[in-house]
């Protein structure tokens, strides 16, 4: 129901059903060129019947109308399947990650406030070159001078309240199970 309204609202796709299959008919009649359709957070549907017909939703849909997922999860969708018809592109945890020369490219560029290489280095190796955690370290030491910044690259460790803090409500409460990795997909 939620994304029939969605494609509705964003598409003029008369969705007047709740059913998949409505959907999917009424997507038929659909006359745009192309559409990318974000959904985020799939993990939280994961084992419902909302899956099942967003996997219908995915294999049925028509193909001008992309689909990027984003999940902590890989989806119960036949992924396999996808990925062997090229109609996949994933994006894991690592590609996106920050490398170091990023980290330094993302200080000088965006936040005008430049790290040294080895600083940059040590920085990414103490977030994981993970966005919160470079952007948590931006907002602590902003207007800073460099060498303010180095120390507190030297010191950073898990010995921050507001890091902590972030990190097991934000990260650590949704990380998969051991064992288990997670992927951003996109639909082609």
């Given at each position: ?12 796709v ?14 038929e ?14 993990h ?29 999860r ?7 399947r ?20 990023e980290?330094?490219?993302?200080f ?12 940059a280095?040590?920085?990414t ?29 030297d ?5 921050s ?21 997670w ?6």
């Amino acid at each position: 129901a939620h994304l029939g309204r969605a494609l509705r609202d964003a598409l003029g796709v008369p969705a007047s059903t709740t059913s998949m299959a409505g959907l999917l008919e009424a997507l038929e009649a659909w006359t745009g060129s192309s559409a990318i359709l974000v959904l985020d957070d799939l993990h939280e549907i994961a084992g419902s019947a909302a899956e099942r017909s967003l996997e219908q939703f995915v294999e049925l849909r028509p193909h001008a109308l992309r689909v990027l997922a984003g999940s902590r999860r890989q989806p119960e969708m036949n992924i396999p399947r996808l990925r062997v018809s090229g109609l996949l592109q994933e994006f894991s945890n690592d590609d996106l990650r920050f490398r170091s020369w990023e980290v330094e490219e993302l200080f000088i560029s965006v936040f005008r406030e430049p790290l040294s290489p080895e600083s940059a280095a040590a920085l990414t190796r103490r977030t994981g070159g993970w966005a919160a955690g470079l952007q948590l370290f931006h907002l602590a030491t902003s207007g800073r001078t460099v060498a303010d910044r180095q120390r507190a690259v030297d010191d950073l460790g898990g010995r921050s309240k507001l890091v902590r803090s972030y990190l097991a409500r934000n990260v650590l409460a949704e990380l998969p199970e051991p064992g288990e990795s997670w992927r951003s997909v996109t639909l082609t």
